[in-house]
């Protein structure tokens, strides 16, 4: 809770200006996190989105 200089796995180390290698690999570490705690959720079965289309709860 304290917001002494703490670095977390988001931020980087250095504090100078990132290079764009540097940025784009940030982004695609954070994209791989977001895409596996997706999939557990799925595979855990709470997941919310549909899969098929949107249908499933109409039956005609």
């Known amino acids: ?9 988001d931020t980087p180390a250095t504090t100078g200006p990132m290079t764009r290698e540097e940025r784009l690999a940030a982004q695609l570490r954070a994209n791989l996190r977001r895409r596996k ?10 997941g919310e989105t549909d899969t098929d ?8």
């Open 1 to 9: 809770m304290t917001s002494g200089g703490s670095n977390t796995p």
């Open 37 to 46: 705690a997706q999939a557990r959720a799925i595979a855990k079965g709470d």
């Open 53 to 60: 289309g949107g249908d499933s709860a109409k039956s005609d």
